[in-house]
């Protein structure tokens, strides 16, 4: 089984934790007391969905959640998670071009969320109404590897990994090594 854990941090010690927990949806625990965490809630699926959660961001203020999920028509959900025993899923992202394709990893800036796609790249997306995000940019490298082992039997790019930090992107290619650029 995966999972990933995330926690928001302030200057106080994080109370929440966030736990991307496969079919069963990302997790939410109450955490201020490391040694009896609480269960608050989670994101749920449709019985005939597979959920495959994989990754999530949860904005400042633990409002908003963004979960994605590691399937091969996987798309970004955004939750409001307000009440965290009641999560409402508000949306979900889809980019023009949208293939049968995995997405993972979102990181937010502000009102941007940055997504890692695998063949689409980077895409970033507008989520000041999380409601209705709206595609901003995309960044897909150039690659002439054809790896047997991941999903394109051609030249494909394969980004698995984003990371912002200030004016700057980071984009993990399997195929193509690593990328930095900015967004204007």
Request: hydrophobic share 40%; aromatic share 12%; proline share 7%.
């Amino acid at each position: 089984m995966r999972n990933f854990v995330h926690s928001v941090r302030t200057n106080e010690q994080a109370t929440r934790a966030y736990l991307s927990y496969w079919d069963l949806g990302t997790v939410i625990l109450d955490i201020s007391d490391p040694a009896n965490p609480q269960y608050l809630g989670r994101t749920t699926f449709d019985p005939e969905e597979e959920g495959d959660a994989h990754s999530a961001f949860v904005t400042r203020g633990e409002s908003l959640l963004i979960e994605t999920h590691e399937t091969d028509a996987g798309v970004p959900s955004f939750w409001d998670i307000s009440d965290p025993s009641q999560p409402v899923k508000l949306s979900e992202f889809v980019p023009d071009g949208y293939q049968l394709d995995t997405v993972r990893d979102p990181k937010v800036r502000g009102s941007l969320a940055y997504f890692s796609w695998y063949s689409l790249g980077v895409v970033v997306a507008d989520i000041t109404d999380p409601a209705n995000p709206r595609f901003v940019a995309q960044f897909v490298p150039d690659s002439d590897v054809v790896n047997p082992d991941f999903f394109c039997g051609a030249p494909c790019a394969e980004v698995w990994g984003v990371f912002v930090e200030r004016d700057y992107v980071l984009a993990s290619d399997m195929n193509s090594g690593l990328r930095v650029f900015r967004i204007h």
